[in-house]
């Protein structure tokens, strides 16, 4: 996997504080955001500010993002149950297939969000990171309020590394750009 990455926040969160104005919750999940990134140490990030549940509409928007540099792009895996989810995958390949600019050894890896990977074919030991990972999930503070995020989280990377042999895991699916756009295809 890449050393060197950055990362996009495509949605800005105006529906994940349902007892807030819009603005104020963006404001909320963005400082979060930005926590969740400083307690990681990445510091190339970005927002594309979509409105939530509003990608699938912002093709526009979406196109803006300049794919030729990298050698992986990651997205939650479009069978997840979150519209902006499914969105990402099909908005990349509608992108993709704009021909936009890419490396042609461009690989798409899904991770699991909402839904888990049915043929993950690549495992990522996080045992020495899964402090990191329960303090980035703790960032996000309005959404823990609402539901145990870190406990689900570490129970699947738990599940995950059982089969690696490791005290904890992440699973992907990476595809070369043909099956992705086949995958696609289905939804």
Known sequence: ????????????GRKGLKD???????????????????????????FLHVPDKKLRENFDLFKTIDLKEYDYVFVPNIIDQHPDHKAVSILLKKLLDSEAEVKPDLKICFYEVWSTLG?????????????TKKAMINCYASQISQKNYEYHAVGLNQYRGMLKNKKFAEAFCILELDDFKKICELY
């Open 119 to 131: 043929l993950p074919n690549a495992f990522v030991d996080i045992s020495d990171v899964i402090e």
């Open 1 to 12: 996997f890449p050393k060197l990455f950055d990362v996009i926040l495509l949605t800005d």
């Open 20 to 46: 807030l104005p819009p603005e104020e919750a963006v404001k909320i999940r963005e400082e979060e955001f930005k926590n969740a990134m400083n307690t990681a140490g990445v510091s190339a990030y970005s």
